[in-house]
């Protein structure tokens, strides 16, 4: 157990609907990573918050948002969705703010998208 | 843009085999090159690599890097079966507060 939990672990919506994504990081983790995978392909990195701000952006739609709340669980928000968005979304958490070290990921949420 | 290239896509091998996963890289201001399994879900950390040269070693795996000529190798000896898994390579940028990820490379261990 990496001690990140994400919720929900799996989720069917239909195109065009809106969903929201929960992470709470590993205890004493202040930044949060939001990563997706598509299927054979490797981790695409979409945002990062640090301490309740946003420190780097990915590739990420305009469709999609994050948040890191005071308590630094973070959210992230798909909306208008499409089929192409069914992924494996990952959150991870570390200490320090920067990329290139040890992250710990929650067992993702599956998105399907029909 | 950073990026990542690993090598093989996928790799089948038997129990007892030693394997040789690779990953090159291209990074501005490298920081870090790392190394994480994924089984079925969550990928879990393995090393982190900074400097030239060192190897990195934890049981039957290891890691070393080369900066000079970008890449980072990870061997694993004696393979189980429970080695059978996708191995992510990352690298971390000291600009940037994220880690670009590899595509990764599928390695299966037959019984």
């Known amino acids: 157990d990496s001690g990140v939990t994400q919720t929900p672990k799996h989720l069917i919506t239909a195109t065009g609907q809106r969903v929201t994504l929960r992470c709470s990081p590993r205890?004493?983790?202040?930044?949060v990573y939001w990563y997706q995978q598509s299927l054979d392909q490797g981790l695409q990195f979409l945002i990062q918050?640090?301490?309740?701000?946003?420190?780097a952006k990915g590739n990420i739609l305009e469709r999609f948002s994050a948040q890191q709340f005071p308590d630094l669980h973070s959210e992230l928000n798909l909306s208008s969705l499409e089929l192409g968005d069914s992924a494996l979304y990952f959150c991870?958490?570390?200490?320090?703010?920067?990329?290139?070290?040890?992250?710990?990921f929650g067992q993702g949420t599956r998105l399907t998208v029909v | 843009e950073d990026k990542v290239v690993q090598s093989p896509l996928s790799l089948v091998v038997h129990e007892g085999d030693t394997v040789t996963l690779n990953c090159s890289y291209e990074v501005t201001n490298f920081r870090s090159l790392l190394w994480y399994k994924q089984e079925k879900k969550a990928p879990t950390f393995l090393f982190m690599l900074t400097s030239s040269g060192i190897e990195k070693k934890s049981g039957r795996l290891s890691s070393i890097l080369d900066k000079k000529e970008l890449f980072s190798i990870l061997n694993i000896t004696a393979t189980q079966t429970g080695d059978s898994a996708v191995y992510l390579c990352a690298v971390g940028n000291t600009n940037a507060g994220k880690s670009t990820f590899g595509d990764g490379t599928t390695l299966t261990v037959k019984p």
């Open positions: 205890s004493g983790d202040l930044s």
């Open positions: 918050y640090y301490n309740g701000e946003e420190r």
């Open positions: 991870a958490s570390s200490v320090e703010p920067r990329g290139g070290t040890e992250a710990f």
